[in-house]
């Protein structure tokens, strides 16, 4: 099933996202793990919603054949990178953010809860054995992070704190965090893609699959990114430029699909042999 837009513009979400999430939007355009997430078990979740833009996700079964995948459970395929409650396991995305959940004092407030409840919208998750994570979503971007300590669904009111593991990971981690400040900051969000050459070159993949698998030519992909006549122009020059770079972006986007994506999320000894 082929997920083509009518236009190149249609994929100008997608450079705000981060690796992450363009892990999902590769790993929803895999055959076998859409028959998967189709199957009765992957439903086997409850759904409530809470106060805010809050929504509470228990499994009510193991969740073993996303775990598979590297997923706490399937997300819709139909949601974009933007929308997906993707959450993936600590073991393939060590770049989670980390937050220790503890008692607040009396008249304490919790800054990041003030910053962000109300205005971003929230994914809570607890797995079968207690174990708790959330998603915050707003300004386009996504960030996941999984919680230590206390239950934040405790009676008591808490706190969460920002939690660096190790030294190693500072800069990783630092990165993350920036990233987050998008999340409740009003002037985030830009009217105009900002691309990067990794952004772009990801958003070729992703539109060079998308393609094959709507039966179109390379030239006919290089006309659906580059437009008629600049693809008209370099397909009939002496050069190879561009059918080389078409033939590299399907290539690329063929393996980040098929397991690659788990390459996006953490080093390459953590990724799993997905395919």
Known sequence: MSRLADHISAYDYTWLLSDSRWAWEFLRRNRRFLEDSSLPSASELSFAPACHQI???RPRASQALAERWGLAFFPDPEDSGLEADAFWSGGLYPRRVHMQVSPSGPNES????????GICRITHFTDLAGR????????GCVIQVFCTGM????????????????LDEFQAKLKTLQRAQRVYDPQAEADIPEWTRHSLALRNALVALDCHDAQLSYFETARFIY???RAREAWHSPSR??????????????????GGYATLLGP??????LA
Not at 110 to 117: A, G, H, P
Not at 132 to 139: A, P
């Open 241 to 258: 430029a561009m059918k080389d770079e078409m033939r590299r972006a399907l290539a690329r986007g063929r393996d980040l699909r098929d």
């Open 110 to 117: 919790c800054e990041f809860y003030d910053r962000t409840v």
């Open 268 to 273: 390459v000894e953590n990724a799993l042999l």
């Open 55 to 57: 929504t509470l996700v």
């Open 151 to 166: 239950s934040l669904l405790a009676r008591e009111p808490v706190k969460l704190s920002f939690i660096i593991d190790s």
């Open 132 to 139: 708790e994570q959330f998603l915050l979503k707003g300004n």
């Open 227 to 229: 437009g008629e006549e």
